[in-house]
């Protein structure tokens, strides 16, 4: 049961969650995910930094994976859950679980510190667009294993992410679930960003993805590590980095851009044949790299369109297998509607009605 009532504005599926209490984790999805464990732990899990709290919220986002570099071994997730949005310090301790599983709230009941802040990509606001929302922390030795909740160990050959890719991720409110990546090179604005629970600002990415449906992710599930669906018995190949989103779409990194941020790798033993087989990167189409350029040279124009939060290549929804422009709007109102194109260059238009894409919900008592 909830001990108190809650107001949270979920601008979108994901990540770092930030409540001041606790509804109840009694049952399924994800409930596993958000139980205080013994090293070394399995990621997927919750977990924030020890000092993303205040006296009105506490904050709480998802140890996602384990990269390396040579023998030392990080946990990777968002800067916006490791890192505090660009607030933290390095050496900062993070613990496991996250400060809105604990009993009570908001405490440190019973957690455990399994690693410190090390390595993050400062975000921009303004002017400079963003690749990557990312953070590592430094493990503490015994303190954390490889394993993924629901998913176990991934491979260490990564897959560039592709259209109607089935995909899965572990996190902290969730659990595993399963989706489909419709739209990428994604120009973005993800709001959010800011203080535990009142952040108000917005930052622009660019060469992202998104995947559907909705249920994909939920507020908590920021940092988790999003893998291709492969065959059982076979090691999934890491796809993403999962940070932001709406009530209809999950956004999400590639994960290339990132381990080439840090320099890392994932950790594990060498690609079998069959998972560098999973990893080969499945042929761009030529209409979609078309309506990429396309695209790309009307990026400015196309955000200041009325209720845009950002715009993708993807196939029609028509089921046409023609490629498209897609424009991402808050609202699909018949103003907006009206102003966009229906065509540039030659290349079809449609408009995705997916609300406000936030990189936090904004929380409160």
Do not use: W
């Not at 933290?88 to 996250?98: D, N, S, T, Y």
């Not at 410190?116 to 690749?131: D, P, Q």
Request: proline residues 5%; hydrophobic residues 40%.
């Amino acid at each position: 049961m909830i001990a108190k009532k809650l107001i949270a504005v979920r601008g979108l599926s994901i990540l770092a969650v930030c409540l001041a209490v606790l509804a109840s984790a009694d049952g399924p999805p994800g409930t596993n995910h958000r139980k205080q464990q013994s090293p070394p732990i399995k990621l997927g899990t919750s977990g924030s930094n020890v000092k993303d709290i205040n006296s009105r919220f506490c904050c709480t986002g998802t140890l996602g994976s384990l990269v390396n570099s040579g023998t030392t071994t990080y946990i990777l997730s968002n800067n916006h859950v490791l890192a505090r949005s660009n607030a933290a310090a390095l050496g900062e301790a993070i613990m496991q679980r996250g400060y809105v599983d604990t009993v009570p709230t908001c405490s440190r009941t019973g957690t455990i510190t399994v690693a410190n802040l090390s390595k993050f990509v400062k975000i921009n606001f303004g002017g400079t667009a963003n690749t990557v929302d990312a953070a590592l922390a430094k493990t503490i030795s015994g303190q954390v294993s490889s394993t993924i909740l629901d998913i176990g160990t991934v491979s260490s050959a990564t897959v560039p992410p592709a259209l109607n890719m089935a995909v899965t991720k572990s996190g902290r409110t969730t659990g595993q679930t399963f989706g489909t990546i419709n739209s990428v090179n994604v120009t973005v604005n993800v709001g959010g960003y800011g203080p535990c629970g009142m952040g108000t600002q917005t930052a622009k990415f660019v060469n992202q993805f998104l995947i559907g449906p909705g249920s994909f992710s939920g507020a908590g599930d920021s940092g988790s590590l999003i893998v291709k669906k492969v065959p059982a018995g076979t090691k999934p190949n890491p796809v993403g980095l999962l940070f932001a989103g709406s009530s209809t779409v999950t956004v999400a990194n590639p994960i290339s851009a990132v381990l080439t941020a840090f320099g890392v790798g994932f950790t594990g033993l060498a690609a079998s044949a069959e998972e560098l087989r999973n990893a080969m990167p499945e042929l761009v189409d030529p209409q979609i790299d078309a309506a990429t350029q396309v695209k790309d040279r009307y990026d400015d124009y196309l955000l200041t369109l009325p209720e845009m939060v950002g715009h993708g290549v993807g196939y029609s929804s028509s089921g046409s297998g023609v490629a498209v422009i897609q424009l991402f709007m808050r609202t699909a109102t018949q103003e907006a509607r009206q102003a966009a194109p229906s065509q540039i260059e030659g290349v079809p238009v449609e408009i995705v009605e997916t609300g406000e894409i936030h990189v936090i919900p904004n929380c409160g008592k």
